[in-house]
């Protein structure tokens, strides 16, 4: 079945680092895949979301991810953190037979 | 208007209460889901309506019940929970078929059930 994996249920940096979160998914056919942020609180936001147009998809708040078939991964990366990054980010996959999954997600912390 | 809202914001309840969460868009969508979200989880599809008709019931138990009334309205019926049925409910929508388009995602209902 189709699924993403999140690599590293935690992740701390410090401000003004780069931000570097894991995503790979499991599929013979690329899927669509999606970056969403959940801020303490709140519903999910859409970052970014591929498509199979370019590879390097640019999405809100400075974040980008890059799709890459050799390795099945879509990681999202941001050159410098805020702390108003400070959320938790889910990777989340559509395959080809409309079925829809979120990894396990990423709590990220920023340290000041 | 890129807003889904969900009210309440905040529900206690016991477990033989009769409650009801709401949903509502105004963007034109016509596929709306029901998701459950665990602290520290992510979130687990419950329901999705596809043009008001409900195409997708993730073995949900019958203590939940949607209802569609229309287009923009969606509610979550709820009758003798469990306490582990405490959560924080999420409302989406998208524009057209299920999951075919991004899903836009309400502030959510923080559910506690005594």
């Known amino acids: 079945a189709q699924s993403v994996t999140q690599l590293g249920s935690h992740v701390s940096v410090s401000e003004g680092a780069l931000v570097l979160l894991r995503c790979n998914y499991s599929?013979?056919?690329?899927?669509?895949l999606f970056w969403y942020v959940q801020y303490p609180n709140q519903g999910l936001q859409l970052l970014l979301k591929y498509t199979s147009a370019a590879t390097l998809v640019k999405g809100i708040n400075g974040f980008e991810a890059e799709f890459k078939k050799s390795e099945t991964s879509f990681h999202l990366t941001k050159p410098s953190a805020h702390m108003s990054d400070a959320a938790e980010y889910f990777c989340?996959?559509?395959?080809?037979?409309?079925?829809?999954?979120f990894g396990t997600g990423t709590s990220l912390t920023v340290i000041p | 208007d890129t807003e889904v809202t969900q009210t309440p914001k905040h529900l206690v309840m016991g477990m033989t209460n009769k409650k009801s969460l709401k949903c509502e868009q105004h963007?034109?969508?016509?596929?709306m889901y029901w998701y459950k979200q665990k602290a520290k989880k992510p979130p687990e599809l419950m329901f999705v309506y596809s043009y008001e008709k409900l195409s997708i019931n993730e073995s949900v138990p019958s203590r939940f019940s949607p209802e569609c009334p229309n287009s923009s309205l969606l509610n979550l019926h709820l009758h003798a929970l469990q306490p582990e049925d405490s959560a924080l409910y999420l409302c989406?929508?998208?524009?057209?078929?299920?999951?075919?388009?991004?899903?836009?995602f309400g502030p959510g209902t923080r559910l506690l059930v005594l």
């Open positions: 989340a996959v559509r395959n080809t037979g409309n079925q829809f999954y």
């Open positions: 963007m034109g969508h016509r596929a």
């Open positions: 599929s013979s056919v690329p899927p669509y």
């Open positions: 989406a929508s998208s524009q057209e078929r299920a999951f075919q388009e991004t899903q836009y």
